[in-house]
């Protein structure tokens, strides 16, 4: 048996046909790796078609699983790469690092798949692999000699391949296959045969590379993490959204509302909050995305934390109801799942193109508070903040997240419901014959709210412009002017509740890295590495946008250089041009529906610094 | 669910607006206005419960003219806003005042869902077959071939009868009014009211600018009684200046027919009922038009469904006495956790 070596942190990615069951398999090694102590964050990269046409590029569905001891991102190019046929192998040789292990099911590769894939030749017969490892594994004969006695029709038999496949990677980290067994006997509770089968297949690829040389390397263990003691859970970015918006409604002691419409990559969230009506939840799945936000702004004005979950072209369909919600001056949280744009555009690939449109992007002067979550864990603390600042502010939020945060998962740290901050609406008193449903609080701009069924508040408001006050409908010139100004200075003034904007490294570096929204990951780690090489960097990521904190100005003034890193053409770097005039900034920008690499951030920045 | 209703006899006063009403003279808007108001210290509801809300048009100024909680949406939106708000508190009393541009244009869609979903609202969809706030531009209820604006040759499209949108949308409620029958305005109204879900009264409401008499053919006094036909649950489908006129269904199609005459006694006309969920004769009723028949008013489909609103707070209370998740510390510990 092979020796063992040990390692910080690896990547693992599985690939196949979109029917393959590639997602269960990195979702079991990622939850496995996690249980025995790695962090982790994983990576889904799936194709916007359910079941693509078999075998070819089009239908390749991917799980990246990146485990280890101090985990930001899920990783650049992997170590373990498993293709379950040449397709995959074609589309994905390239996120595997020189020298990684390539495990294929040798079985796919027959001449009819290898020209499907796009293969000239062979690739086992020319030199496209030179330089990796490669384990030509016949998993599909060995599922189905695994499964002999269980099933005997080839499509029962051969379902389990991925299992085979996860059982050869856990051999290779010398994972144990307890959860996945107990996994499986939850999932396939009402099928005692499908249980049996997958745990065969699971151990039979165990023992494979067990009991052959197949695997001639040394095993690998990873690293534990060094993580601050605590009860943890794994949690996509999208589960995680939607429960900080649940325990935003708990702490506030309101109903959540939410009215939304299907749509890649946001569903998720309108699917997780539909199981909780035991907590309150009121979700309602409306007939169109102006619909989703339209019931969501009528449940504010009865009193509910009211969102409404959409990704770039829902938000665009929202933006005449989100000008209602600034006008009405009502708590709302819009939850913008971002991909690549425009139109359709990728549906299932990440981009952070929707930042104009969430400033901007609607009639007349209508700022929003915007706010962006940095990974998937911390989405569920930016949900409930995003969900503090609408209700105490009365102002519709956008929470900017993205699909390499809402499908990606992450270790997540339990926090207690007793040490969230409190949430405190203003609140109209009943009977308070002084209430105007437009009479604000002089400090902050916010006006009262008074909700249907409060005694002695009957109001009227809508998409008029009010008259200051009493919020008659006014077309007063110097009334509009007065309104236009209030609820920018309302805007404004969320800067007086925000924390300062944290710099990491020195803070007179030579070049100032900065980020917003998804792209933590990788911008912190290829900082990070640099500051350890020695190299004058620093690194500031932004999740307040509008407001920015108070002391951005402060921060930009302190370094020679500064790039802005956005995977968009440069939205955020020119808000920054706009706010700072006299600061000059480089780019760094990329749409290819894929989140940054660190060494592409790396050769960026010290390009930079040799300037 | 129910609605807590007021401790005290409230009257007009009670829902009078201090806000000018600014409709023109002659508007058919005042007359549905009137019928509200009148009705709604009768139905007796706390008025702090009422909730109007509207979308865009001449007659969604209508919250600002009562006094109640009220929202004034965007264009064809109202169905939407009243939707969140009756979920997020069904014990809210829902009142939509919309127009024909607003309900089957731009908010076509949100109009056959709420309908659909029999949403517990009470919706008054102001039929002018013309855009008026934007000063006379044909809608999808406007006749073809009229002259409009922007049909300076003549309206193409077909139109939209509402009625046949609302039963077609499995509609449990659809009545019809005229805006110069105050009367029947407040009958349809306050049976509007009394039913559970999705109610959808159509009144045939004047514009005076911009389309004047659009409806003249069948609500002028000297039409009225050959070419209106009143329904009324379990009475016979008569009419005419005689009451000798009545509808038969002959080879599964309605047919006027004239009592005393070839044979046809009082018995064999219709009896009318609402409450049937076949929609049959409902949708008849609600197609048929002059030369051939008169145009049927009052409420043509009353149907008892349970409400999406019931079977959703049907719902809540299941979960909240047999979920293990109570709170959300319940959720954040659910499932596969793990101490570090």
């Keep these: ?611 | 669910m129910a609605i807590e209703h007021s401790s005290v006899q409230l009257t007009k006063a009670d829902f009078a607006s201090d806000q000018m009403v600014k409709w023109c003279p002659g508007c058919g808007d005042h007359a549905v206005l009137a019928a509200i108001l009148g009705i709604f210290p009768e139905i007796g509801y706390k008025k702090e419960n009422f909730c109007v809300v509207s979308g865009i048009g001449c007659s969604s100024r209508f919250p600002y003219y009562v006094n109640t909680y009220g929202f004034h949406g965007i264009h064809g939106r109202a169905a939407a806003i009243a939707t969140g708000i009756k979920i997020a508190n069904p014990k809210l009393s829902l009142w939509i005042a919309s127009g024909d541009g607003d309900a089957t244009a731009i908010g076509g869609n949100h109009f056959i869902h709420v309908i659909r979903r029999n949403m517990d609202v009470n919706y008054i969809l102001f039929n002018n077959r013309i855009y008026g706030l934007t000063k006379g531009q044909y809608s999808p209820t406007t006749k073809q071939g009229q002259i409009t604006k922007t049909s300076p040759f003549g309206v193409i499209d077909y139109p939209f009868n509402p009625g046949e949108l609302v039963i077609g949308a499995q509609g449990t409620f659809f009545a019809r009014a005229i805006d110069n029958s105050p009367k029947s305005l407040g009958q349809v109204c306050r049976a509007m009211a009394q039913h559970d879900g999705a109610a959808i009264v159509e009144v045939l409401q004047n514009c005076v600018i911009f389309n004047d008499k659009t409806h003249a053919e069948v609500t002028d006094k000297e039409f009225k009684e050959e070419r209106q036909l009143w329904l009324e649950q379990g009475k016979p489908m008569i009419f005419g200046k005689d009451r000798n006129k009545g509808l038969i269904l002959e080879d599964n199609h309605l047919k006027v027919v004239e009592i005393g005459k070839d044979g046809i006694k009082e018995e064999d006309i219709l009896i009318h009922d609402a409450t049937r969920e076949n929609t049959g004769v409902h949708m008849m009723l609600a197609q048929m038009k002059p030369p051939y028949f008169p145009v049927a008013f009052g409420v043509i489909r009353a149907v008892k469904k349970p409400t999406y609103n019931q079977i959703f707070e049907q719902q809540m209370q299941e979960q909240k006495e047999c979920s293990k998740i109570q709170c959300v510390d319940d959720l954040l510990n659910s499932g596969e956790t793990w101490e570090i």
């Design chain 1, 1 to 611: 048996m092979a020796t063992q070596i040990e390692k910080e942190d690896v990547v693992v990615k599985f690939v196949g046909d979109s029917g393959d069951g590639m997602q269960l398999t990195g979702t079991l090694f990622s939850d496995t790796s996690a249980l025995d102590g790695n962090d982790i964050a994983t990576f889904p990269d799936y194709p916007a078609e359910i079941r693509a046409p078999h075998n070819t590029i089009a239908g390749v569905s991917g799980f990246q699983v990146h485990i280890g001891k101090k985990i930001y991102s899920s990783g650049d190019q992997c170590d373990v790469l498993v293709a379950m046929n040449p397709a995959s192998l074609a589309s994905n040789l390239k996120w595997a690092k020189k020298g990684a292990v390539i495990i294929v099911d040798i079985d796919t590769f027959t001449e009819e798949a290898i020209n499907k894939a796009g293969y000239k030749n062979n690739p086992f017969e020319d030199e496209s692999l030179l330089g990796y490892t490669t384990i030509k594994a016949p998993i599909t004969t060995l599922t189905r000699e695994a499964v002999k006695d269980i099933f005997t029709d080839k499509k029962s038999a051969e379902r389990s391949r991925n299992m085979f496949a996860l059982g050869m990677v856990f051999f290779i980290y010398d994972k144990e296959l307890t959860h996945t067994y107990s996994y499986l006997e939850k999932k396939f509770k009402k099928n005692p045969d499908v249980i049996k089968a997958n745990k065969a297949v699971v151990s039979a690829g165990y023992n494979y590379c067990d009991n052959t040389d197949v695997f001639q390397l040394p095993r690998i263990e990873v690293k534990h993490a060094q993580m601050p003691k605590g009860k943890y859970r794994n949690i996509t970015g999208n589960i995680a959204t939607a429960w900080g918006l649940l325990a935003a409604a708990e702490k506030a002691k309101l109903n959540l509302f939410l009215g939304s419409y299907p749509i890649t990559p946001a569903t998720d969230i309108l699917i997780e909050l539909s199981k909780y009506k035991s907590l309150g939840a009121r979700v309602f799945q409306a007939e169109d995305e102006i619909a989703g936000i339209c019931s969501a702004i009528g449940a504010s004005f009865a009193g509910a934390l009211a969102c409404t979950s959409t990704s770039g072209p829902g938000l665009s369909l929202k933006s005449e109801a989100i000008g209602l919600a600034v006008m009405t001056e009502l708590p709302l949280v819009i939850v913008d799942v971002q991909r690549g744009g425009p139109s359709t555009g990728l549906p299932t690939k990440t981009e952070q193109s929707d930042l104009y449109q969430a400033l901007f992007g609607r009639n007349g002067e209508a700022p929003c508070i915007v706010v962006a979550a940095s990974s998937s864990a911390n989405s569920f603390y930016w949900a409930f903040q995003a969900a503090k600042l609408s209700l105490e502010t009365m102002t519709p939020t956008i929470l900017l997240t993205d699909g390499y945060l809402g499908n990606g998962s992450q270790l997540f740290r339990i926090p207690k419901m007793e040490d969230l901050p409190e949430i405190n609406p203003p609140f109209a008193k009943e009977n308070d014959s002084t209430y105007l449903p437009y009479k604000r609080d002089m400090d902050t701009f916010v006006r009262q709210w008074a909700i249907p069924g409060m005694e002695g508040l009957r109001h009227r408001i809508g998409g008029l412009e009010k008259s200051d006050g009493k919020g008659s409908v006014s077309t007063d010139n110097d009334n509009h002017q007065l309104m236009v100004n209030y609820r920018a200075e309302k805007v404004k003034k969320v800067a007086n509740r925000i924390p300062d904007q944290e710099v990491l490294g020195k803070e007179d570096a030579d070049l100032l890295v900065i980020g917003w929204g998804g792209t933590l990951g990788a911008l912190k780690l290829a900082v990070e590495e640099m500051i350890d090489e020695g190299k004058s960097i620093a690194f500031t990521h932004f999740n307040y946008i509008m407001p920015l904190p108070k002391n951005t100005g402060e921060i930009l003034k302190k370094h020679k250089k500064i790039v802005v890193c956005e995977l968009n053409m440069g939205q955020f770097v020119n808000y920054l041009r706009m706010e700072f005039e006299n600061t000059s900034f480089y780019q760094y920008n990329k749409t290819q529906g894929l989140p940054f690499e660190v060494k592409e951030l790396k050769e960026k920045f010290n390009q930079l610094l040799e300037k």
